[in-house]
C-alpha cells in the first residue's frame, strides 16, 4: 500500500514537499515516480527516479522547479516542489514501475496509492 501525504495550499511561488510511503511492501528494486491528474486534464506523468536514486526523469514543464528523492531504507519517496505554478493544481499520486530504471508510464506503470491534493492559488 501506498500512501502520499504533504499536499495543501500555497500561494503561487511556494513550496511543498509531498512523501510517499509504502507499507506491506518494498519498492526498493524499482522505479518510483509521482503523476498528477487535475480535474478534466489528462494524467501527466512528473517525475520518477530509477531504484538506486541514480537516475530521474522529469516532465519538461517541472523540471528546473520540482526535485524527486528516495529512501529506501525507509521505503519512501518525495517531491519537492519549489516556485509552484496555479497549473500545478492537481491531485498527485505515488506510483511504483514495473521496471527499475526508466520514466514511469502509463505503460510501466504497477501500482499506485490514494493521492493527495495540492492547490496553488494565483
Known amino acids: 500500500q501506498l500512501q502520499a501525504s504533504g499536499g495543501g495550499l500555497v500561494q503561487t511561488g511556494g513550496s511543498l514537499r509531498l512523501s510517499c510511503a509504502a507499507s506491506g511492501r518494498t519498492f526498493s528494486n524499482n522505479a518510483v515516480g509521482w503523476f498528477r491528474q487535475a480535474p478534466g486534464k489528462e494524467r501527466e506523468f512528473v517525475a520518477t527516479i530509477s531504484w538506486s536514486g541514480g537516475n530521474t526523469y522529469y516532465l519538461g514543464s517541472v523540471k528546473g522547479r520540482f526535485t524527486i528523492s528516495r529512501d529506501n531504507a525507509k521505503n519512501t519517496v518525495y517531491l519537492q516542489m519549489n516556485s509552484l505554478k496555479p497549473e500545478d493544481t492537481a491531485v498527485y499520486y505515488c506510483?511504483?514501475?514495473?521496471?527499475?530504471?526508466?520514466?514511469?508510464?502509463?505503460?510501466?506503470?504497477?501500482?499506485w496509492g490514494q493521492g493527495t491534493l495540492v492547490t496553488v492559488s494565483s
Open positions: 506510483g511504483v514501475s514495473s521496471r527499475s530504471y526508466g520514466p514511469l508510464s502509463q505503460l510501466t506503470l504497477k501500482y
